[in-house]
């Protein structure tokens, strides 16, 4: 059969093979590319699927209109154990707090604030927290999405993780703030726990400091001694002896117990 040099009009068009070297098949003004996939061992240089879509090879998608849209009729989806990285061509690997390389799945790096932040912004009028933008940390006790499994007491809910770069690589942990089931949940029932933590000066795990507990209770970690003095500041510690006392110790070092009476 001879070469066809245009397809106008075909219906609905189940197969369709390019061959030969050229790499240039033109563009597609009207119509829609409908289930299946286009693929290419190669890059196909000049296709125009929609108005400003000008390459696409195996791997890139690029547009020469500055911006690239997508509007489906429903939802964006991305398989599990599939990543999106915003910023970089790979994913980094992160400490889980606790000395462990985490590659996350979804990633946003830059190379300062405007390219390494992310902003969540609620345009209301409302003044209920129903109006505002949220971060959410949930978890279920069971690996089944469709299901809500139910925690038990202890479990870690979620946690924010702050890690540096120690010349090696992002392990290390310098904080953290964690909250943890505080007793027997329930329908309707999620007693919880916030547990904050430092690593100290050679370290690379955080230790917890202070936990503010289901029931309102705040704990102060003991410690030996005061820690450093900073100026215009004051501290209030817990020493590690028996009884376990509450000191405050001021700017100047001196220590004074806080006695009730």
């Known amino acids: 059969q001879a070469a066809q040099t245009a397809i106008t009009s075909v219906g609905t068009l189940t197969d369709l093979t390019v061959s030969g070297t050229s790499t240039t098949i033109g563009t597609v003004t009207s119509g829609i590319w409908n289930a299946g996939a286009v693929t290419s061992s190669g890059a196909i240089t000049g296709a125009s ?3 400003d879509l000008t390459t696409i090879d195996s791997n890139t998608i690029s547009t020469s209109a500055g911006t690239l849209t997508l509007d489906p009729t429903t939802n964006v989806h991305i398989p599990n154990n599939k990543g999106l990285v915003i910023g970089h061509t790979a994913q980094l690997g992160f400490s889980d707090g606790m000395a462990n390389s985490v590659t996350s799945e979804m990633q946003m790096v830059g190379t300062g604030t405007a390219d390494g932040s992310v902003a969540i912004a609620a345009f209301s009028a409302g003044t209920a927290k129903s109006t505002a933008a949220l971060l959410i940390l949930a978890k279920s006790g ?3 999405f469709t299901a809500s499994t139910l925690l038990a007491s202890g479990t870690t809910i979620g946690a924010i993780l702050f890690n540096g770069a120690d010349g090696t690589n992002m392990i290390p942990t310098a904080a953290s703030i964690e909250v943890v089931v505080d007793g027997t949940p329930g329908e309707n029932d999620m007693p919880g726990r916030m547990i904050f933590s430092t690593t100290v000066d050679g370290g690379q795990t955080p230790t917890e400091r202070m936990r503010l507990s289901s029931g309102g209770g705040v704990y102060i970690t003991e410690i030996a001694a005061a820690d450093t003095d ?9 020493k590690n ?8 110790t001021d700017d100047a070092g001196t220590d004074h117990q806080v006695d009730f009476v």
Request: hydrophobic share 55%; glycine share 4%.
């Open 230 to 238: 900073i100026a215009a500041k004051g501290q209030l510690w817990v």
């Open 49 to 51: 699927l929609v108005a």
């Open 142 to 144: 069971d690996a089944d």
């Open 241 to 248: 002896t028996t009884p376990c006392e509450l000191w405050f």
